[in-house]
């Protein structure tokens, strides 16, 4: 068996999802089950019904053209798309009476993406003579708790999901599922979503509870690449990374699966696949516990653009106990998140996104320390065998002394597997092809 993820824009259109059904065709005999998410930009026209919906105005009209005309040209029945059509005008008649959207109803109102879709697919399926049933999650053992618009799921899950799925890992079942991805139910039946990389999530929790053979991501691209194409041209396919590493992609810019994806995968050590669905009998990358041969020195570059460094500063620092303490109490008081860190004994340096607003935190911080803030920088991530980071930093900044560029600061990540860097963002770009030329065209 194989778990199958196509994401929004795989399924955007009637095109799409015939090339999708073509590729599902083509594995059938590998017993794949399918995760799917909403059609191309069915989650922005929803969440628009719903502004729509607060200010007092019922319309889906963008929701129902989308797929009345898909349907027509797949040449398929919708009367279950019907039916959902109709229980969102129901949601969204409420919310214009209330004129609020609480994030209640607002997973409630995003589900109905991905339930049209998984119903889309399946009855074009069927059309082919390809047997295939739809599954919302809820119906095959996804539980998760009540943090809605960002729901984890619970623990059970590895036991539910088997447990609806035993037809179909015995062979009985002939029909491939189709489930929805990103959404779940909590304990009391109300409708959840998983948030950002949801379903990947789903995906990644499908598999490795059923302990399929592989599971699989396909996108538009021939795996995961030593750096965005769109920088380097010659960028090339990364036939393997570790799970480790594939987080430390993901968290540094890589459009590569959620970091949350990777935890049941390192659970279970069910390897996972990125295809491409352009290519359909390319090896694709895989991710892994391990690798299967010597760990290359440099795995893939990547790069963040719209970070804020802050630069905090104090005496107070020198020999001092829990002065951190305080400087990170400040960070979770203001529910801003760091992602890049150095430090000595008097000051420390550390990164967030640009889009944060800075404003308390800065003024509480300055209470206890010189503070400074910088804006429009980068980060640029080399995902490597740190063991070997002293020959990689003596190429790195050979490089980059070479183009006269000037690191502002520098942190090797705890996993051991990363070296991060920030530069301005005017020089990310630039910066990544000196690396990525100075790096892997050795």
Known sequence: MIVMKFGGSSVADAQRIKHVASIISEYKDERPLVILSAMGDTTDYLLEAADFAVNGKVDIDKIEKLHFETASILGIDVSEIKELLTELKTLLTGISMLHELSKRSRDYLVSFGERMSVRMMASYLNTLKVPAKFYDAWDVGFVSDSNFMNAELLSEVWQTIPQKFSDYKKGIQKEIPIVTGFIAKDKNGVITTLGRGGSDLSATMLGSALGVDEIQTWKDVDGILTTDPRIVKEART?????????????????????????VPCAKSKIPVRVKNSYNIKGPGSVILEKHTGKTPRVIAITSVKNVNLIDIQSNNMFGASGFLAHVFNQFLKWNVSVDVIATSEVSVSLTVNGSCDLTGLVEDLKNAAAVTVKKDKAIVTIICDASNSSSILEDTFTALNKAKINVQMISQGASKVNISFLVDTSQSNQVVQILHSALFDL
Do not use: D, I, N
């Not at 990364?238 to 990777?262: D, I």
């Open 238 to 262: 990364v036939p393997e990374v570790t799970y480790e590493e594939a987080q430390e992609l993901a968290m540094f810019g890589a459009q590569v699966l959620h970091p949350r994806s990777m």
